[in-house]
């Protein structure tokens, strides 16, 4: 589990053979847990001053991993008692979206992204999203998108401030939206009914 809050900015050593490796001051251990740009990917190899992630069929097949190059967010998984200041993410990515619109503010910066229709329905107004591993809240939806506000600090220590219209971005959707739709929308709803009455 992660919490959506970048830990460090990592350097793209390359990426071949379905193998990331990265220059990053966290010193994992084999098999470790790190979310890479949201997608949860796990520690293959140590390096002096880095580390190696290995990339599944599944992972390349649903990430933007075009963005892969020169620098990516990283955080750690969770341990037991540790803060949490976002809000849990699986590092599981829903699908990509695309930048779509990029307005400065007084005190913040808004990005309009374009979301895939099958996800839409798990983007609620001041509800979480995650984009490229940071946990954000959504303050407007519309029909085919949502906008969402990076305040100074998060613009400031994220590649937010890198990014540019057209870029595709990580979806991870809230996790509970994912569950519950689920369960309303089971077929067999009467065996389900049967097994968990509490929720009917």
Same mark, same amino acid.
């Given at each position: 589990?992660?919490?959506? $809050?970048?830990?460090?900015?990592?350097?793209?050593?390359?990426?071949?053979?379905?193998?990331? #490796?990265?220059?990053?001051?966290?010193?994992?251990?084999?098999?470790?847990?790190?979310?890479?740009?949201?997608?949860? $990917?796990? *520690?293959?190899?140590?390096?002096?001053?880095?580390?190696?992630?290995?990339?599944?069929?599944?992972?390349?097949?649903?990430?933007?991993?075009?963005?892969?190059?020169?620098?990516?967010?990283?955080?750690?998984?969770?341990?037991?008692?540790?803060?949490?200041?976002?809000?849990?993410?699986?590092?599981?990515?829903?699908?990509?979206?695309?930048?779509?619109?990029?307005?400065?503010?007084?005190?913040?910066?808004?990005?309009?992204?374009?979301?895939? #229709?099958?996800?839409?329905?798990?983007?609620?107004?001041?509800?979480?999203?995650?984009?490229?591993? *940071?946990?954000?809240?959504?303050?407007?939806?519309?029909?085919?998108?949502?906008?969402?506000?990076?305040?100074?600090?998060?613009?400031?220590?994220?590649?937010?401030?890198?990014?540019?219209?057209?870029?595709?971005?990580?979806?991870? #959707?809230?996790?509970?939206?994912?569950?519950?739709?689920?369960?309303?929308?089971?077929?067999?709803?009467?065996?389900?009914?049967?097994?968990?009455?509490?929720?009917?």
């Amino acid at each position: 589990m992660f919490n959506g $809050l970048i830990r460090e900015i990592a350097k793209v050593k390359n990426y071949q053979n379905n193998t990331l #490796s990265l220059y990053a001051k966290h010193k994992p251990e084999l098999g470790d847990s790190i979310a890479v740009n949201g997608a949860c $990917l796990s *520690v293959t190899r140590l390096f002096e001053g880095g580390f190696e992630l290995e990339l599944s069929l599944e992972t390349r097949n649903n990430i933007a991993y075009k963005n892969l190059k020169d620098f990516v967010h990283i955080e750690p998984a969770l341990r037991y008692a540790d803060k949490i200041d976002g809000h849990l993410l699986q590092g599981h990515i829903d699908g990509i979206g695309r930048l779509s619109k990029i307005q400065k503010r007084e005190n913040g910066v808004d990005f309009y992204i374009t979301v895939p #229709s099958n996800l839409m329905k798990f983007m609620a107004k001041k509800g979480s999203v995650a984009i490229d591993g *940071v946990s954000l809240t959504i303050n407007e939806v519309f029909d085919d998108s949502i906008r969402l506000t990076i305040i100074p600090i998060s613009f400031k220590e994220t590649l937010f401030k890198n990014y540019e219209l057209g870029r595709e971005v990580n979806i991870e #959707s809230d996790l509970i939206a994912r569950y519950l739709d689920r369960i309303v929308n089971f077929k067999d709803k009467d065996s389900l009914c049967q097994r968990m009455p509490y929720i009917y």
